[in-house]
């Protein structure tokens, strides 16, 4: 148990800063509902999740692979970033859907923020510095490595969930005008992340 809420702490303290997915998880919870912004948020949880598995077992040929490999994943996911803020900026308003979405773009949305959160390889380095710091970096027994990834999933669904019905509560504010704008700056945000991405491989 308390691995499982150690993990639940890490898992939420590292989904809590607001970057790409989470203004991608706002602008769905807006136009779409606060299904597909949560299950926006669930696709990072997964990818969080991938990479505590790699921390928490002491996958080194892995994690170093990844490492090695950060080049291609970060050209890769930068441009992805800028392809998704393109989008995003220039898509046009709709009436926002009060009756929820399909399954299948539930299923899109999942996939499209597990691939971002995927994609930067730096994200283990951070749980391994992370669990180095914590002492977590031996825990003892399989058991208890599993209870502490678990833990991290739960704690960054949790804050999906948090966000998605926090968001939910503004949405039936919100005009076509108002989601333009929204679209537009939500575009500029994601692409400007891209760009970043694209200029840390420099």
Known sequence: MIFFLKGLILGFSIAAPVG????????????????????SGLGAAAADCVYGIIAAFGLTLISNFLIASQFWFRLIGGIFLLYLGVKTGIA???????????????????ISTFFLTI?????????????????????????????????IFVGSAFWWLLLSEGVTLFRRKMS?????WINRIAGLIIVGFGIFSLMSIL
Do not use: W
């Open 20 to 39: 790409p997915i989470g203004v991608l998880c706002i602008r769905r919870t807006l136009q779409f509902g606060r299904f597909s912004g949560f299950f």
């Open 176 to 180: 076509l005008k108002i989601m333009t």
């Open 92 to 110: 046009k308003a709709q009436e926002i859907n009060h009756s929820g979405v399909s399954h299948k773009t539930l299923l899109s949305d999942f």
């Open 119 to 151: 994609t930067n390889p730096m994200t283990v380095l951070s749980f391994l510095a992370v669990f180095a710091g914590l002492g977590l970096s031996s825990t003892g027994s399989y058991g208890d490595s599993i209870a502490l990834v678990f833990g």
